[in-house]
């Protein structure tokens, strides 16, 4: 690949991903493991019939679907292409979400199953061309062998409206 059409590609990609952080106003929390995005009501609506079908307490062996609501709704109004996919450092494992839900906000709870490896890497992804951003997860140490012993915490998704 050329060097010109490799910086015009990482351009547009980088253009991208920054106006996919302004477009859902996306809040990062280190301190309590929260990502939050600002939905308006339709993607909102649309988050909490997908996530709110299951059980207020769930598991699952994944949680990239939790986003297709939010990549459909981008992908569409700015004409771009962007592919979801989730990599998985140890693939075995489950997860447990919960969830609540007021008139504004959604939050999702996740929990990944404790193993003997001890060691969990979540990249919720999605790329264009040869490019990938990744929503990296990774649990704190603080906060291991909850739930009596078979789960520990991963992360908090929130939808809110805004």
């Known amino acids: 690949m050329a060097k010109n059409l490799f910086d015009l590609q990482l351009e547009k990609f980088a253009k991208i ?5 302004h477009y859902f106003k996306l809040e990062t929390y280190y301190y309590n493991y929260r990502l939050v995005f600002k939905l308006d009501q339709t993607i909102f609506d649309d988050v909490v019939k997908t996530v709110g079908s299951l059980k207020q307490t769930s598991e699952l ?3 990239a679907w939790i986003f297709n609501s939010i990549f459909k709704n981008f992908n569409s109004k700015f004409n771009v292409h962007l592919k979801l996919f989730e990599y998985v450092w140890t693939p075995s494992i ?6 609540t839900k007021n008139e504004k906000s959604f939050i999702v709870k996740a929990l990944y199953e404790t193993t003997d490896f001890n060691t969990i890497l979540r ?38 409206v805004g």
């Open 17 to 21: 991903v920054m106006g996919f952080w």
């Open 61 to 63: 062996k994944t949680l």
């Open 94 to 99: 489950n997860f447990k979400i919960s969830w």
């Open 123 to 160: 990249l919720i992804n999605f790329y264009d061309n040869s490019f990938i951003y990744s929503f990296f997860i990774n649990p704190s140490s603080k906060d291991l062998k909850i739930d009596n012993d078979k789960y520990s915490f991963l992360h908090i998704i929130e939808f809110e």
